[in-house]
Nanobody, 125 residues
Framework: QVQLVESGGGLVQPGASLRLSCVASGRTFSSYVMGWFRQAPGKEREFVAYISSSADTTYYTDSVKGRFTISRDNAKNTLYLQMNSLKPEDTAVYYC??????????????????WGQGTQVTVSS
């Protein structure tokens, strides 16, 4: 059972940047496929970004392409989400998670497990 802890959220103005971190327990972080999701009040949990275990492949939802960058440091058991040019519609609780070995699409929350508790990102003037 891997444990995940997100950090780095906060209240920022439109156009600002934040870097979210997700620290994982265990000795096998480098084998995990990872994802970032977000959930706004009253909304379904939404896929944000994906990264393969070796970081050779990434994938983003259209609304964040060119603004967000997912990365990882396997030596530090840490996943990152660099968020630039933030918009009010980015406001949500952001979660990291490990992906299950499954055929289910990588944008589906149910294809991931070991969710963190989330970190709040609020973008407002």
């Amino acid at each position: 059972q891997v444990q995940l802890v997100e950090s780095g959220g906060g209240l920022v103005q439109p156009g600002a940047s934040l870097r979210l971190s997700c620290v994982a327990s265990g000795r096998t972080f480098s084998s995990y496929v990872m994802g970032w999701f977000r959930q706004a009040p009253g909304k379904e949990r939404e896929f944000v970004a994906y990264i393969s275990s070796s970081a050779d492949t990434t994938y983003y939802t259209d609304s964040v392409k060119g603004r967000f960058t997912i990365s990882r440091d396997n030596a530090k058991n840490t996943l990152y989400l660099q968020m630039n040019s933030l918009k009010p519609e980015d406001t949500a609780v952001y979660y990291c998670a490990t992906r299950r070995p499954t055929w289910i699409s990588l944008i589906i929350p149910g294809s991931y497990n070991n969710w963190g508790q989330g970190t709040q990102v609020t973008v407002s003037s």
